[in-house]
Nanobody
């Protein structure tokens, strides 16, 4: 089992950058594929991106491509979401999630159902 705690959210202006962090408990962090999701007010939670176990494989939603970068540091049990050129439509609660599904590390998983563990979320507000 793994516990996840996100941090780094806040209120920024359009065009600014933020880096979200997600710290995982336990000694098996490197065995999990890690994903980022977000939920905007009044909308369903949506996939942002994922990074495989070693950090080599990364897969992004179209809305994140070119602006967001996911990385991980297995020595620190932490996954990051670097967000650049933020837009008001990026306003949401951002969640990190962990998947033990081996195939996700290779293929990338964008379905919430593939992730067993979730953090509590961190709020990002982007104003125009």
């Amino acid at each position: 089992q793994v516990q996840l705690v996100e941090s780094g959210g806040g209120a920024v202006q359009a065009g600014d950058s933020l880096r979200l962090s997600c710290l995982a408990s336990g000694r098996t962090f490197s065995t999990y594929t890690m994903g980022w999701f977000r939920q905007a007010p009044g909308k369903e939670r949506e996939f942002v991106g994922t990074v495989g176990r070693s950090g080599t494989y990364r897969y992004y939603a179209n809305s994140a491509k070119g602006r967001f970068t996911i990385s991980r540091d297995n020595a620190k049990n932490t996954v990051y979401l670097q967000m650049n050129s933020l837009k008001p439509e990026d306003t949401a609660v951002y969640y990190c999630a962990a998947s033990s599904n081996y195939a996700c590390s290779r293929d990338g998983c964008s379905d919430e159902a593939d992730y067993s563990y979730w953090g509590q979320g961190t709020q990002v507000i982007v104003s125009s």
